[in-house]
């Protein structure tokens, strides 16, 4: 086993928490081993004044990483599983993921206390076509501004008034530590969040077996279970970044069930389908698979036509 291990990860506040945090989970394992972080710049970073929906969607964050795993340059990358795409790099494999944090969307603002206090016509900062679709279905008259940038710009942008009130993903919000006066946690249930979101990912080499052996303790089985429904479920919609997609999974009775929920909708989010399916959690794959099958039967391949020809 190497005693040296290079981890692959973006610069950004978030991305190099995620990245630290598995690398002091292996230490703690093996103290004898030596960890150093390779920042790599993403094309997702480097341009920030246009939609990701317009430039090629969340892979932009991952592309650059994942050559230099392949490369060698590098043993493993540390992800946000929601930029992983569902189809990996030839030659790549999704090793370990770690338990999931708060998956929920968060609703934050300098003024109002809840969603439901928008006043009309106020305006929600979001960059994400599925929060955008999600909104717009609860209340067509809010206003959507476009908004990039790491978690940190995003709320300084809220705090000097560019938007009545902005929705984040709340685990990237309480692991960098930081709030808003007014956060409102949006029921997971009902406001569904992006596939993989919350979860942290380790992507590796599928022919690297000693790192393979060496990460699996830190692979969470509930995480893993959940989040490989979610993909799944992604995956069979083959879903791209121009269409509203989200799917929330979670285990019931003791990890024995899993359910998820799903939706595709329109940009504008007037067309708006969803279910929930409901199965043996070792079947999550398979569970995931047949809630696409179920929605695209139910109207979601004509929104998605719709989606791909706007």
């Given at each position: 086993?190497?005693?040296?291990?290079?981890?692959?990860?973006?610069?950004?506040?978030?991305?190099?928490?995620?990245?630290?945090?598995?690398?002091?989970?292996?230490?703690?394992?093996?103290?004898?081993?030596?960890?150093?972080?390779?920042?790599?710049?993403?094309?997702?970073?480097?341009?920030?004044?246009?939609?990701?929906?317009?430039?090629?969607g969340?892979?932009?964050?991952?592309?650059?990483?994942?050559?230099?795993?392949?490369?060698g340059?590098?043993?493993?990358?540390?992800?946000?599983?929601?930029?992983?795409?569902?189809?990996?790099?030839?030659?790549?494999?999704?090793?370990?993921?770690?338990?999931?944090?708060?998956?929920?969307?968060?609703?934050?603002?300098?003024?109002?206390?809840?969603?439901?206090?928008?006043p009309?016509?106020?305006?929600?900062?979001?960059?994400?076509?599925?929060?955008?679709?999600?909104?717009?279905?609860?209340?067509?008259?809010?206003?959507?501004?476009?908004?990039?940038?790491?978690?940190?710009?995003?709320?300084?942008?809220?705090?000097?008034?560019?938007?009545?009130?902005?929705?984040?993903?709340?685990?990237?919000?309480?692991?960098?530590?930081?709030?808003?006066?007014?956060?409102q946690?949006?029921?997971?249930?009902?406001?569904?969040?992006?596939?993989?979101?919350?979860?942290?990912?380790?992507?590796?080499?599928?022919?690297?077996?000693?790192?393979?052996?060496?990460?699996?303790?830190?692979?969470?089985?509930?995480?893993?279970?959940?989040?490989?429904?979610?993909?799944?479920?992604?995956?069979?919609?083959?879903?791209?970044?121009?269409?509203?997609?989200?799917?929330?999974?979670?285990?019931?009775?003791?990890?024995?069930?899993?359910?998820?929920?799903g939706?595709?909708?329109?940009l504008?989010?007037?067309?708006?389908?969803?279910?929930?399916?409901?199965?043996?959690?070792?079947?999550?794959?398979?569970?995931?698979?047949?809630?696409?099958?179920?929605?695209?039967?139910?109207?979601?391949?004509?929104?998605?036509?719709?989606?791909?020809?706007?």
């Open positions: 086993m190497k005693k040296k291990l290079t981890i692959a990860t973006r610069g950004s506040q978030l991305a190099l928490w995620q990245a630290e945090l598995v690398k002091n989970r292996l230490q703690a394992l093996h103290s004898d081993l030596e960890i150093v972080l390779d920042i790599v710049k993403t094309q997702g970073d480097l341009i920030l004044d246009q939609p990701l929906h317009e430039i090629g969340k892979g932009l964050f991952i592309k650059e990483i994942e050559e230099h795993v392949l490369s340059k590098a043993d493993l990358a540390v992800h946000s599983i929601k930029d992983m795409q569902t189809e990996l790099e030839t030659g790549l494999i999704l090793g370990a993921c770690l338990e999931r944090e708060d998956p929920s969307d968060l609703f934050l603002s300098f003024k109002y206390p809840t969603f439901e206090d928008l009309q016509g106020a305006t929600i900062g979001t960059g994400s076509l599925r929060r955008k679709a999600q909104i717009l279905h609860r209340r067509s008259d809010l206003k959507i501004a476009p908004l990039r940038g790491n978690v940190d710009t995003r709320l300084r942008k809220l705090e000097e008034g560019e938007f009545d009130a902005v929705i984040l993903a709340s685990a990237g919000v309480r692991r960098l530590g930081l709030s808003a006066p007014h956060m946690t949006l029921d997971p249930l009902s406001f569904i969040p992006a596939v993989g979101q919350g979860a942290i990912g380790i992507e590796i080499r599928e022919d690297d077996y000693d790192l393979m052996e060496l990460i699996e303790p830190l692979n969470h089985r509930e995480t893993q279970l959940c989040v490989e429904a979610e993909r799944s479920f992604l995956d069979r919609l083959q879903g791209d970044c121009k269409t509203p997609i989200a799917a929330h999974a979670y285990l019931i009775d003791d990890g024995v069930f899993l359910k998820i929920h939706f595709v909708a329109s504008d989010g007037k067309n708006y389908v969803r279910h929930m399916l409901e199965g043996g959690a070792t079947d999550s794959y398979l569970i995931g698979t047949r809630l696409a099958d179920f929605l695209l039967m139910s109207g979601a391949g004509s929104i998605l036509a719709m989606n791909e020809g706007r």
